[in-house]
Structure formats: C-alpha cells, structure tokens
T-cell receptor, first 109, second 112 residues
C-alpha cells in the first residue's frame, strides 16, 4: 500500500537547536518525495523536493531508499520556521500525491 | 499575475443547500486537484483532472462532483450540503512535465 507516515504531530524545539522532522514512506515504485510547508495564514507551498537535492531556508532532506525515509533537517532552528510541515509522495503511475498527516513545528524563543 | 484563486474564502451555509466552490488558475497548468483538509490534519485527495473534459475521483469518497470545461477552471459542487462536509477545501494545479503542486488559499466551509 502507498503510504506516507509522519510520526510526530507536534515538535517543539528551542531557537538555535537542531531540528529533524521524520517522514517514512511505503511505495513499490521509484519514489519522488516533497516537503510542503504552511505558515500561519498562508497557503501551502513547496519547500523541498528530493530530486533537486537543494537547501532551502537552511533545510535539507535526503532520500534514504534503504530505510524508506525522507527526513527534513535543519541545524539551527529559527522562530520563523514555526509552521506546519507535510511530507508528500508523488505516484508517477497515477499522477497523484499522497500526503502525510503533517507535523507542527514550534520554535521557542 | 499567474496564480491560483479560490472563491469564496469562507462560506457558512445551511444543511441541504447546493454550493459550488470555485477554483481558477492563470498558470496554464493541465493538471488540477481538489483536497479536503480538516484543521491540522492530512490532505485527502477528492478529485483530480488531467485536462479539459477529464475528471477522476480521488482516494477519499466524496459526495461532491467536479467539472473541467476550461483549462483554467475546476469548480467543485455539493448538491446538498451536510454538516459532515464542514472542512477546508484546497485546490491545486501542476504543470505538464513538472511535479510541483501549486496550491490555492483554500475555502473554509461550515455547514450548519
């Protein structure tokens, strides 16, 4: 079955601390994974895609096919990182996206 | 400006009413999607479209219907609203050859 799991509903860290938001997936095909972010009162927007292997706003995410994971990391959290983060899997056969349940990140001063 | 628009942004309506949620995009994208999202919860795909005259049901069973008569327009209709339809509805689009989805601001629907 195709599934995306984000085990933490809420993650609270202090400003300057490292952050890791977990994402695991289940998919028989070649996965294409994304992280989307939703800041307060803003629309959902793309943060990262695994294909581009880029760092956006200090965040990085590496696809680990052996562990079927795509964890989002940032070495030093900032208050403006507080938001809702969704991991998403694109299923190329059906052109659909499967979203995880989301993790709310709170960065405390 | 190229964007994706949803109207209304907020709607409070009584049980049994027929409603249409509008979604338009000026980005020239072929693929469009409707998601249902309860606050702080995951997004559930309810409908999607590959292009004009193409519509498919998503993974979440929904009593809504959609149409795609024009590339830029993908309205969602509820023939008879019920309290269980209370939720946020997100519209998204994706260009051919790209896998990034662009989301609209959402419509928050409350059915009394």
């Amino acid at each position: 079955a195709q599934r995306v799991t984000q085990p933490e509903k809420l993650l609270s860290v202090f400003k300057g601390a490292p952050v890791e938001l977990k994402c695991n997936y289940s998919y028989s095909g070649s996965p294409e994974l994304f992280w989307y972010v939703q800041y307060s009162r803003q629309r959902l927007q793309l943060l990262l895609r695994h294909i581009s292997r880029e760092s956006i706003k200090g965040f990085t995410a590496d696809l680990n096919k052996g562990e079927t994971s795509f964890h989002l990391k940032k070495p030093f959290a900032q208050e403006e990182d507080s938001a809702m983060y969704y991991c998403a899997l694109f299923t190329s056969g059906t052109y659909k996206y499967i979203f995880g349940t989301g993790t709310r990140l709170k960065v405390l001063a | 400006e190229a964007d994706i628009y949803q109207t209304p942004r907020y709607l409070v309506i009584g049980t049994g009413k027929k409603i249409t949620l509008e979604c338009s995009q000026t980005m020239g994208h072929d693929k469009m999607y409707w998601y249902q999202q309860d606050p702080g919860m995951e997004l559930h795909l309810i409908h999607y479209s590959y292009g004009v005259n193409s519509t498919e049901k998503g993974d979440l069973s929904s009593e809504s219907t959609v149409s795609r008569i024009r590339t830029e327009h993908f309205p969602l209709t509820l023939e008879s609203a019920r309290p269980s339809h209370t939720s946020q509805y997100l519209c998204a689009s994706r260009p051919t050859g790209g896998n990034e989805q662009f989301f609209g601001p959402g419509t928050r629907l409350t059915v009394l």
